[in-house]
């Protein structure tokens, strides 16, 4: 044979064996062609011969605040149904204004769905006049206010009196729009009565 068809023969095998089958690379899609997808929905429906069966309902017993032995709860539960517990003066007096008296018709009404509680209401004044002046002028503004809660059905037995004079002062600025804040009886529920 001839020696060169033999070198032909040979070095394609021996390529072959040297550098073997080159490896096709694995094709990756072009990052510039947008590629959309959708989801897979069955093709057919779920059964619908399973009925659902609705949770049963737990209902938490929700505590009225005023059954609450904390009496700041029962205070502003009160006020949130509308118990006004300040009621105004004019200086150096103690009459009640019409304004005062229909505030009283509600807090009385709210009073007298409530017979359990105890009210204390307080007399206060501004700081004009001498101390004695004013702790005369708050007792004789808290007994208005008991005196018209008396009249309008609330238990006078229920109802405790007590002033401050002008010794607990809601503002302390010395001006008419401050002063006119502490001259007022507050009303506060202090406790529970004896029922029953």
Request: aromatic fraction near 4%.
């Given at each position: 044979?001839?020696?060169?068809l033999m070198i032909?023969?040979?070095?394609?095998?021996?390529?072959t064996v040297?550098?073997?089958?080159p490896?096709?690379?694995?094709?990756?899609?072009p990052?510039?062609?947008?590629?959309?997808t959708?989801?897979?929905?069955p093709s057919?429906?779920?059964?619908t011969?399973v009925p659902d069966t609705p949770?049963p309902?737990?209902?938490?017993?929700v505590?009225?605040?005023?059954?609450?032995?904390?009496?700041?709860?029962?205070n502003?539960e009160?006020?949130?149904?509308?118990f006004?517990p300040?009621?105004?003066f004019?200086?150096?007096?103690?009459?009640?204004?019409?304004e005062?008296?229909e505030?009283?018709?509600?807090n009385?009404?709210?009073l007298?769905?409530?017979?359990?509680?105890?009210?204390?209401?307080?007399g206060?004044?501004?700081?004009r006049?001498?101390?004695?002046?004013?702790l005369?002028?708050?007792?004789?503004r808290?007994?208005?206010?008991r005196?018209?809660?008396?009249?309008?059905g609330?238990d006078?037995?229920?109802?405790?009196?007590?002033?401050y004079?002008?010794e607990?002062p809601v503002?302390t600025?010395?001006d008419?729009?401050?002063?006119?804040q502490?001259?007022?009886?507050h009303?506060i529920?202090?406790g529970?009565?004896?029922?029953?």
């Open positions: 044979m001839n020696r060169k032909w023969m040979v070095v394609p095998v021996l390529l040297m550098y073997g089958c490896k096709k690379k694995p094709a990756t899609p990052t510039d062609i947008p590629i959309e959708q989801p897979v929905t057919t429906p779920p059964p011969d949770a309902v737990v209902e938490d017993p505590e009225d605040p005023l059954m609450s032995a904390d009496m700041q709860v029962v502003d009160l006020r949130r149904r509308g006004s300040d009621i105004y004019n200086l150096d007096d103690s009459t009640l204004s019409d005062s008296r505030r009283l018709a509600r009385a009404e709210l007298r769905a409530q017979p359990q509680f105890q009210v204390t209401i307080e206060h004044a501004d700081e006049g001498t101390n004695e002046y004013n005369a002028l708050g007792e004789r808290a007994n208005a206010v005196d018209y809660m008396s009249s309008l609330v006078g037995g229920r109802m405790r009196t007590l002033s004079g002008e607990r503002c600025d010395n008419e729009s401050c002063w006119s502490n001259r007022r009886g009303l529920i202090t529970r009565a004896n029922v029953g």
